[in-house]
């Protein structure tokens, strides 16, 4: 790996009580670039702009996808990260997807180690703090010719974090637009599939709903994802969630959420959710809480969902009445190093440069 570090760092002015999270970024992010059929080098260098054409074939025909995790700060200043192998599979699932090569676990994993180890004063310490990583393969092949490109660039970027959701959102049913078809890539973190979620989920806001609950393409009677996040739905005291599938993102939350809640005993069911079993729960009373999870918001709670014209109000839980905070408080302990890690889920990372 090639290092260079900024000689004009900006961390001396970061104020970690005043950010704005996914606009401030860390003094460097890793490149490496591919062509000829291989990678290049790993490089660390300073964090700022690259020169690109108009014409890259990245931005053209959609050959980019991503990953999204986070690094944390304990009480003693120590680094973690969270279960970085599952992003390194995932990320090469949708490089393949998308006839992108596929990258290194060495690529990957010590890029990131690197990364987070030179800017580890940039990772604020404290509740829903941390930093958010942005792992990023896309074609940089500059050419108006629609097929698979013959040069690429893997970027890792990253923004210090906070509490992305503070209070719960009302979010919306959709019986019209979808997130992914069958044969499509609703299961690869493809770059496109988040711009053709913003029109709908724009029209959703103007209607008064922060999100989007994204249901089957054919019928829209079962639930999918919401929003950019996995849904979880708690009827009396057994919690659903839907099969992941090739419309549907293999969360890591998410499988972090199961694995937690099999262990706390909670009944969880992997299976279709349909969106009348939902509406009929919250008519007779049982339907007690519907939440999302991803990466960045780790839980956002659902205050309401609209269906047809109508608003359908859902409980505001405390922590001991809710499953979803309850799991969150346990999956954010096992990632700030204050519970412990029996999954062997959090990954060190040690000062090194």
Known sequence: MIIQKSTNPRISSFDPNNFSFGNTFIDHMIICEYENGKWGDVKLVPYGPLPFSPAMMGVNYGQACF???KAYK?????????????????????????????VTEEMFLE??????DVDRDWIPYGEGNSLYIR??????????????????????????A???????????ISDYYSRAANGGVGFAKAAGNYAAAFYPTQLANEEGYEQIIWTDDSTHEYFE?????????????????????????????RDSFIKLAEKKGIDLRVEPVSVKTVVEAHKNGTLKEIWGVGTAVVT??????????????????????????????????????NAEDTFGWRVKVEPKF
């Open 67 to 69: 990953e999204g995790m």
């Open 74 to 102: 304990d009480k003693d200043g120590d680094i973690f990260l969270f279960r970085p192998e599952k992003n390194f599979a995932r990320i090469n699932k949708s490089a393949s997807r998308l006839a992108m090569p596929e």
């Open 111 to 116: 890029g990131l180690k690197a990364l987070v």
């Open 135 to 160: 792992p990023l393969i896309f074609a940089t092949e500059e050419a108006l010719k629609a097929r698979i490109a013959n040069k690429y660039m893997f970027a890792i970027v990253a923004t210090p």
């Open 162 to 172: 906070k509490s992305y959701y503070s209070e719960p959102v009302a979010v919306k």
């Open 225 to 253: 994802e919401s929003g950019t996040m996995n849904v979880f739905v708690r009827i009396n005291d057994t919690i659903y969630t839907p099969p992941t599938s090739e419309k549907i993102l293999d969360g890591i939350t």
């Open 300 to 337: 956002s709670a659902f205050k309401a969902i609209g269906y047809k014209g109508e608003k359908l109000e859902l409980p505001k839980l405390t922590l001991e009445e809710s499953f979803a905070l309850q799991l969150q408080k346990d999956l954010v302990d096992i990632q700030t190093n």
